[in-house]
């Protein structure tokens, strides 16, 4: 019985109380009280006439312990969780309101699955608290600077090989474009660009990093030095002739925006594939032009400070093919044959030159040309052998005896068996008493 005589009230409520039983006991009116407590005289005529009947306790609200009448049911509450523990593991609360409203017809804030996350001990990526560093204004227009990077990372999540996500993103506006490649290199960079002009046009600057793709780590030529000109990349040389400025960031930070979109996508990219079950790089282009990368801009682009879209359309004659390719200079040997990549090409046109120009497409295909203009050639797969001789069997001829003349000197002594005979006379008139001086017993 003692317990059911404690209230429980606020300070608020307390506060009231004593307003109230003051008005009660005719200390005050209920016009001052109304006045005391910004609330109205109905109120308070109510409010004294409830604690009149029931006592102190009703002057607290009568909601109070019981569940709201906006409550979500226990099964949809149960049901969303499995679905956070199953389906939507690791998701955050943001991007899971998101895909259960999409796909579950739950319609849920954020708020209330972050509280019920913490709540059961769900476990989700938090935003790390980022070091202070000067902010750049985005640029006016449309198309005036692009960042362009690639990211390595297990997008498969074991599904798939590990791939590189080439992505592209408007400074102005943050319209974002990505595609998938094995590696990143000259040729993805190259063909993801294609891409991206025929989609938006050509843009007035680029922003990347020092990539050995796109930033060369070579020393100038003394013919670049002649001229003041720095050594170039295959990408590098591509945007100049398209008439893109190439501006290189030293630090990840400085191109902040695609840095924070890639671990965006990292997020919700990942997720969304595995939802779907894509496990390869076709079907993940596939899937990235078809709905990803829509959905994503209609989400988080943003307008620009100016109206104007300073993409410019490719203009007309113009070959992308020509320009994003690698070009490299190659001898012509005497044979009319060139050698390129450890292959060796026939020239089958007359060329009277010393060095003519390799292109390597983006598909993979080589056009050979002389002051731009294509040459006809095959390639030799297999250069001729010449036939070795055949090993033939050695006829040894058997050495002729030494037959001395009949007059040579040494028929004409007589040397006994017991003789040793240290020297030959050397001049035939030698004397009989000189032969004999040469016999020794």
């Not at 992505?167 to 993805?188: H, L, N, S, V």
């Not at 660009?193 to 030529?221: C, F, M, N, R, W």
């Not at 997020?267 to 078809?290: P, Q």
């Not at 203009?373 to 052998?385: G, N």
């Amino acid at each position: 019985m003692a317990e059911r005589d404690i209230i429980m009230m606020t300070q608020k409520e307390l506060k009231r109380l004593t307003v109230i039983h003051k008005t009660i006991d005719g200390q005050i009116t209920q016009v001052d009280a109304a006045d005391i407590l910004a609330l109205c005289t109905r109120q308070i005529t109510r409010v004294v006439k409830r604690v009149k009947l029931e006592g102190d306790k009703a002057i607290v609200h009568k909601s109070r312990g019981k569940p709201s009448n906006r409550a979500i049911l226990f099964k949809i509450k149960d049901k969303v969780l499995n679905l956070c523990r199953t389906t939507y593991k690791g998701f955050n609360p943001t991007f899971a309101s998101e895909k259960l409203l999409e796909v579950n017809k739950i319609k849920l804030h954020p708020e209330t699955l972050r509280l019920w996350f913490i709540e059961t001990g769900l476990k989700y990526k938090k935003r790390r608290a980022r070091k202070h560093r000067s902010w750049r204004e985005r640029k006016p227009c449309f198309g005036q600077m692009v960042q362009l990077d690639g990211s390595h990372h297990e997008w498969f999540e074991q599904r798939g090989p590990r791939c590189v996500f080439m992505g592209y993103i408007d400074d102005a506006t943050g319209t974002f474009f990505g595609r998938f490649y094995d590696y990143e290199g000259t040729k993805p960079a190259m063909d993801s660009l294609k891409l991206y002009v025929k989609k938006y046009g050509i843009p007035q600057s680029v922003y990347l990093d020092k990539h050995s793709a796109y930033k060369s780590k070579k020393e100038s030529t003394i013919e670049e030095q002649l001229e003041n000109k720095k050594a170039q990349t295959q990408f590098e040389r591509a945007l100049q002739e398209l008439g893109v400025e190439t501006i290189h960031a030293d630090s990840p930070q400085a191109k902040g925006r695609i840095e924070r979109a890639f671990n965006t996508h990292q997020d919700r990219l990942i997720k969304e594939m595995r939802l779907k079950g894509i496990s390869t790089v076709k079907e993940a282009n596939r899937f990235l032009g078809s709905y990803y990368i829509p959905k994503h801009n209609r989400k988080f682009t943003i307008p620009t400070r100016n109206k104007a879209n300073l993409y410019r359309p490719i203009p007309k004659g113009l070959d992308l093919d020509k320009i994003l390719c690698i070009r490299q200079e190659a001898a012509l040997r005497n044979d009319f044959t060139v050698i390129y990549d450890r292959r060796l090409y026939q020239i089958l046109e007359p060329v009277n030159a010393k060095k003519l120009m390799v292109e390597e497409r983006i598909n993979g295909t080589i056009v050979i040309t002389y002051k731009d203009q294509p040459l006809k050639y095959k390639q030799i797969t297999q250069r001729p052998v010449k036939p070795k001789p055949k090993k033939t069997a050695k006829i040894t001829k058997p050495k002729k005896l030494y037959i001395p003349p009949k007059d040579h000197p040494y028929k004409s002594f007589k040397v006994s068996p017991y003789t040793h005979i240290h020297s030959y006379p050397q001049k035939e008139e030698s004397s009989k008493e000189e032969k004999e001086l040469l016999l020794v017993h």
